[in-house]
């Protein structure tokens, strides 16, 4: 069975929920990378979960293009640009912590972009 690899963009509170869930499924899922804008918790984050880890997703996405799925844990009001960012260049299906954007036109926007690409946009409730 294929492995669905999993990258995760912030290192907050509910990171590591992600991580755990990531890693308690290890036949059908495997987290590939981590990232924080701070360097000291992605290093925290990655020596835990024993991946690279980043502080820009850019150079972390361009480093790993076997990632398929983008966890996006960051301060709430950053989700939806965060989201279109890396919908927009990657074409990475998308996990957003809740909620998924501050404004009625930003979740909109993510919808169409997510659409537009061909990716899926998935909420945590």
Known sequence: M???????IGWGRI??????AIQANPNQ???VAVCDVEIDRAMSAGNMASVPFYDNYDEMLKSN???????????????????IDVVSKYQ????VEKPMALKLSDADRMIR???KNGVKLFVVK
């Open 2 to 8: 294929k492995k669905t690899k999993f990258a995760l």
């Open 15 to 20: 990171s590591r929920k992600h991580m755990e």
């Open 29 to 31: 899922a495997v987290l």
């Open 65 to 83: 293009p076997e990632i398929e799925v983008v966890n996006i844990l960051t301060p709430s009001g950053n989700h939806a640009s965060v989201a």
């Open 92 to 95: 990475k299906h998308i996990v």
């Open 113 to 115: 972009i997510c659409d």
